[in-house]
């Protein structure tokens, strides 16, 4: 599967963008999704992930009530929505996939083989 991140750009602290992952390529519903960022200086880091069937998610603690994973098997696309966005927020955001019959949520990166190139995110204070 082939994955493309979109809808990254600049905003004001406490404003919201939507980040949205295009797959191609193979049967998207087949596959758990998951997205990462990453800062300059700092490893990759989890943030959200979601069922195959979208009935379970999970987020790092960093961003629970604020992002929402989500995504339209139809379109073959994932979305994380991100409100009440922080300078500490800002970086490159990366969604990835894994196919995994189990339906498993996955949160390490070494757990996912299939990358979008990720979408620049930054916050202003």
């Known amino acids: 599967v082939q994955l493309q991140a979109s809808g990254g750009g600049l905003v004001q602290a406490g404003g919201s963008l939507r980040l949205s992952c295009a797959a191609s390529?193979?049967?998207?519903?087949?596959?758990?999704v998951g997205w990462f960022r990453q800062a300059p200086g700092n490893e990759r880091e989890f943030v959200a992930a979601?069922?195959?069937?979208?009935?379970?998610?999970t987020y790092a603690s960093s961003v629970k009530g604020r992002f929402t994973i989500s995504r339209d098997n139809a379109k073959d696309t994932s979305y994380l929505q991100m409100n009440r966005l922080k300078p500490e927020d800002t970086a490159v955001y990366y969604c990835?996939?894994?196919?995994?019959?189990?339906?498993?949520?996955?949160?390490?990166?070494?757990?996912?083989?299939?990358w979008g190139q990720g979408t620049l995110v930054t916050v202003s204070s």
């Open positions: 979601i069922s195959r069937a979208a009935t379970r998610t």
């Open positions: 390529g193979d049967t998207f519903s087949g596959y758990v």
């Open positions: 990835a996939a894994r196919y995994d019959v189990t339906g498993a949520l996955r949160i390490h990166p070494y757990e996912f083989p299939y």
